[in-house]
């Protein structure tokens, strides 16, 4: 069946890119772009998930914060709020981070997860006693949904209304029922949302949002512009500077969500997303990363934005289809691909813009053949991306 699926792939992929009439992504409102300045002091307010449902993942998340601390000094300040059972301020501003790092270490569970209260009253606290314009909320967040949850989502124009970025690393494992509302949280306020698959992963996130947060990296005004979503990435046009791109190997999640892979779906989707930007000439160069090394986790001497891009993308739910449902129920029994996308400057290791996007099928005469329909999913999805980058050229 894989021989017959990558043929069919295969055969597909000389179709020109976009063949099936696909609607651009709708992603959240741009946030109004900041103006430059030659050097700035920053404003942080981290906030944290202290829900009962996040007491196992106290330790990562403990860590992942820790990390994050390391790049603020001089005069940047924070302060901490927890989001559990109500919101709550932990700790004032403070230049001092060994007192932050000191509350971290005596964090407890408490309660159901309150994000969006926490993250407003955040945000209203950094607009009123913070001394400087260059302000971000950023959420440490294990994500894990329960029964008695109450919705996470907020609507886009209220994120939009809290007038500051709101930045958010999950942890990993985190539940893919809500990466979708904490993904619209995020990039309704202007900044974006991350789920890094492993602590290594989980590290180098928490390192490169501090970098540009804090005043003395990528807070300055030399700094590349601040990570953006597919819709601002277009208007922005975030990856004009870049000429060469290299499609880093697809991992597939580890959880409920991709249990259905047989295996060799993420090693077709990479070749497949190649062989379709090389074809559109979304950039002069795009490269098939599989087999290289990985690239370094920390920049490049001078520090500056190069040509250069990565992409880094993991399948964050996949479902083989059921070709049974598909004749006799029509609407359910498709396939689905769904992908987590991350373009990172290579020299600077920084993040540039982000997007999730997911292509499904379900049809097919008698309900489809197996490959057929995958096929279509993943092609669906595939050309998805081509029109997000192209667009943000």
Partial sequence: MRNHLLRLILLLIALPTGFSGLCPAQDAPPASPSKPTAARDSSIAIVVDTSDAAKKHFDDMKS??????????????????SAGGQPRILEDFTTDTSVLKDRVKKLKANGRLALPETTRTAAEHLRADSPTDHAAVIVFVAAQEQRDQAPINAPSG???SLRVPVYVIAVPGSDWHMQEALQQLATASGGAAFFPRSRGQLKEVSEQIAHRLAGAGGAS??????????????????????????VRGIPMAGDDNTSESTGGENLLLQKVLVSRLQKAKVFPEVVDGTGTPPPSAQPETDGKPGKKLDLLATIIEYRRGNRTQRQFMGFRGGAKFKVQVLLVDSATRKPVMTLNEEGSSASGLFGGSQELVQTKAMLELVDKIVDDLRHAR
């Fill in 158 to 160: 209220d994120a939009q």
């Fill in 64 to 81: 992942a914060i820790w990390t994050f601390l390391k790049s603020f000094e001089g005069e940047d300040e924070l302060c901490l709020f």
């Fill in 221 to 246: 005004g030399n700094a590349s512009a601040p990570v953006t979503d597919a819709k601002t990435a277009r208007k922005q046009k975030s990856l004009a500077p870049y000429d060469q791109l290299t």
